[in-house]
């Protein structure tokens, strides 16, 4: 098992423009989470999955972001008409539900987002 | 609501020195804690947690830190820091339930040769 994936690494974009990130967790995490990372700052929760189904959104997450995770495997984050205050990284994790590892977040390099 | 306080932006310690890093938090009921490491470029890693038992953890790389309810504390320690511990620390924090992973903002560790 290769880790979690995210692509792109890297996104430059115009504002107004829509951007799609990919997040593959470890096959066998049936949990995925979302979160956004600014200079200086912890990551903040966005959002999270337990398989398909998507279980807690933050407040944080405008209607401009949507996620999905359709079979309970890869997920995607997209955000439409983006804007300057979107630039950061944007952090994918997984993790068991259950069991010793319930707990432990495995996170991905991340998705660097700079809107222009 | 649950939080978490990094009270130091920055720590500096000479090498073979013992660092502490601090950790405060909120949380209703019993708290799940854990430490992870962000090295430039790279993703957040995991270095220890506490759920539940005895209030010292032991993690990855030497790293251990001592659950204090009284003082709603968690604070990260290494008897002896390398150089190789510079690098991004942050304290996290659950709730009970299916509460999400709350982070500090951070703690810059800066070991000195």
């Known amino acids: 098992d290769t880790g979690v994936s995210q692509d792109p690494r890297h996104k430059i974009t115009k504002r107004g423009q829509n951007v799609t990130f990919r997040c593959d967790p470890i096959?066998?995490?049936?949990?995925l989470y979302w979160y956004r990372q600014t200079l200086g700052q912890g990551p903040e929760f966005l959002t999270y999955f337990q398989n398909e189904a998507q279980l807690e959104k933050s407040r944080l997450l405008s209607d401009r972001f949507s996620a999905e995770r359709p079979k309970g495997s890869f997920s995607t984050l997209e955000i439409q008409r983006t804007e300057q205050g979107d630039s950061a990284m944007y952090l994918c994790a997984s993790s068991l539900a259950q069991g010793t590892g319930a707990n432990v977040l495995t996170f991905g390099a991340g998705s660097r987002l700079t809107v222009l | 609501a649950q939080s978490v306080a990094q009270p130091e932006d920055q720590v500096n310690v000479a090498e073979g020195n013992p660092l502490t890093v601090k950790c405060t938090y909120s949380v209703s009921g019993n708290p799940y804690l854990f430490w992870y490491v962000q090295y430039p470029n790279r993703g957040l890693q995991f270095l220890l947690k506490y759920i539940t038992g005895d209030n010292l953890v032991k993690g990855s790389y030497g790293f251990e830190a001592e659950f204090n309810k009284s003082q709603t504390s968690f604070h990260l320690k290494k008897p002896s820091a390398l150089v190789s511990d510079s690098a991004l620390y942050f304290c996290a924090v659950r709730g009970t339930g299916n509460t999400p992973l709350v982070f500090g903002k951070g703690t810059r560790l800066s070991v000195i040769a």
């Open positions: 096959s066998e995490h049936n949990r």
